[in-house]
Structure formats: C-alpha cells, structure tokens
Nanobody
Framework: QVQLVESGGGLVQAGDSLRLSCAASGRTFRTYAMAWFRQAPGKGREFGAAISQSGGSTYYLDSVKGRFTISRDNAKNTVYLQMNSLKPEDTAVYYC??????????????????WGQGTQVTVSS
C-alpha cells in the first residue's frame, strides 16, 4: 500500500508561483513512478506531468511545459510540482498518483494504482 497526501495549493493571482508537494508513505517510494493530474470544474481529470522512479525522465502536458517542473526527493519520500507563471486556466484540483513504472499509457488515469485526495489551486485574473 502507498498513501499519498498533497499539499501546497492555494489562491493566487495570474503570474504567481506555487509549489505543490506530495508526501508518500507505506511501500518504498523510490520504486514508484509518480505523476500529477488535474481536474477543473466540469472537466475530466487531465494528465499534467510524470517522473520516473529515479527522476531521470520527465513528461509534461504541452500547455504546462516550460512553466511547470516535476521533481522528486526520494530521501524525503516526496514529489513536487513547481508551478510558475500561473494562468487562470491552471485552476483545478491537483492530484498526485503513483505507478510501478511509466508505461506507454502514462497519460491515462488507469496507469496509476494510488491517488492522493487532491489539493485546490485557484488562479485569479
């Protein structure tokens, strides 16, 4: 079992930055690939970013590439999402997810076995 808890969300203005954190407990964190998804009101859950077990490979949704950075600190059992130059369209609940490895369907919710409860990010104009 892996338990994931997100934190760091909040209400910010366009152009501001936030860093989300996802703390993992239970099974060995370093054996899991991690991802961030987001869900805006009235929309489905959308892939945002993923990172391999070692942190050597990262993948991003095109609309966040260059603004968001996913990273991990295995010693702290934590994955991060640094979000810069935030836009109103980034407003969503952000979810952390874990998978045994990054498979070909890494953009799909079905690729991940464990999920956090989410943290709200609201970006005002």
């Amino acid at each position: 079992q892996v338990q994931l808890v997100e934190s760091g969300g909040g209400l910010v203005q366009a152009g501001d930055s936030l860093r989300l954190s996802c703390a993992a407990s239970g099974r060995t964190f370093r054996t899991y690939a991690m991802a961030w998804f987001r869900q805006a009101p009235g929309k489905g859950r959308e892939f945002g970013a993923a990172i391999s077990q070692s942190g050597g490979s990262t993948y991003y949704l095109d609309s966040v590439k260059g603004r968001f950075t996913i990273s991990r600190d295995n010693a702290k059992n934590t994955v991060y999402l640094q979000m810069n130059s935030l836009k109103p369209e980034d407003t969503a609940v952000y979810y952390c997810a874990a998978a045994p490895f990054l498979a070909s369907n890494y953009r799909s919710q079905g690729a991940y076995d464990y999920w956090g409860q989410g943290t709200q990010v609201t970006v005002s104009s």
